[in-house]
């Protein structure tokens, strides 16, 4: 089964004091290249959990996003009031001492300035500050980034499918323009032999019958497309069956593509046909369509 590089997965678990919601979002890559986009985990568990997604989602360019929604009753904010008290007092004599230097320029109104202390961060929340993941509840969070990631490779696998039927029917494409370029190999080897005795008649020369039959085989086997085709099919048909036996065969799958794309253009190169250059033309857009689609399969 094919499954795409791109996805998305989200879980949330409660933690005593509030809720975890961990987001995981990958696009396609060479590699797994992952980034912890949150300042919640802790250090000492940060390695094991790129391990864990590594292992899991094997390939991709991943974020990984953790917040932490605190309950209402401990989002209340406490006010140190003795702090709050000291500032207080600086401030007032150091209004008092403007007031006695530049008569009148110091009435501060109280209300202001305590409005302004409260803003201070040592006077809001004091000693309340704590690791909000610890060892009690790691295994609660843990958890949540389990489902995250099982939730992110649903998605994948729903996308998946899109791109098998996307591809497969792509490579079908290929496979069955095949008999149109045979069906007009008998024409292109007619007019090959016109355009030579064409070009002989102009020339008015007259040669040996038998040495100029000799170099017609001869110039005709070089334009063959035998060996092409028969690749190409071969390609086509060894793609498939990687889709179906390997779990993860998106770089196998971009290496055959390159090895399909030469037979085409081989076949292009060779074919000395109007009409074979036009079906060569719509097999290599099938076959950027599924370059393009190769690089988002796992």
């Excluded at 993941?133 to 489902?147: L, T, Y």
Aim: net charge negative; charged share 30%.
């Amino acid at each position: 089964m094919i499954l795409s590089m791109t996805g998305y997965g989200k879980a949330e678990t409660n933690i005593p004091g509030g809720k975890i919601t961990v987001e995981i979002k990958s696009l396609n890559g060479k590699n797994a290249d992952i980034s912890i986009k949150t300042t919640l985990l802790p250090k000492d568990r940060e390695l094991n959990v790129r391990q864990y997604i590594a292992q899991k989602l094997y390939r991709g360019n991943i974020d990984f996003f953790m917040t932490f929604e605190p309950n209402a009753a401990e989002d209340a904010k406490e006010i140190d009031a003795e702090t709050a008290l000291a500032y207080y007092r600086q401030i007032h004599n150091i209004n008092s001492l403007i007031d006695n230097e530049f008569p009148g320029e110091g009435n501060i109104d109280a209300r202001h300035i305590l409005s302004t202390i409260l803003r201070f961060p040592d006077v809001m929340d004091s000693g309340k500050k704590q690791d909000i993941i610890d060892d009690e509840n790691w295994p609660e969070v843990f958890g949540c980034i389990s489902r995250a990631v099982d939730n992110l490779c649903a998605y994948r696998e729903e996308e998946g499918k899109s791109l098998l039927a996307d591809v497969s029917a792509k490579v079908a494409n290929i496979v069955n323009f095949i008999p149109e370029i045979e069906a007009l190999e008998g024409e292109r080897v007619t007019a090959v032999k016109e355009k030579i005795n064409s070009r002989l008649s102009e020339l008015a020369v007259a040669p040996n019958p038998e040495r100029l039959e000799q170099e017609m085989i001869f110039y005709l086997e070089k334009l063959d497309i035998n060996e092409e085709k028969v690749r190409l099919r071969q390609h086509c048909k060894y793609f498939m069956e990687i889709v179906e036996s390997d779990p993860y065969p998106g770089k196998k799958l971009g290496f055959i593509a390159q090895e399909m794309g030469r037979e085409i253009n081989t076949t292009g190169s060779k074919a000395n046909h109007s009409g074979i250059q036009k079906i060569v033309v719509r097999m290599k857009d099938e076959l950027e369509k599924i370059k393009e689609q190769t690089l988002n399969i796992l």
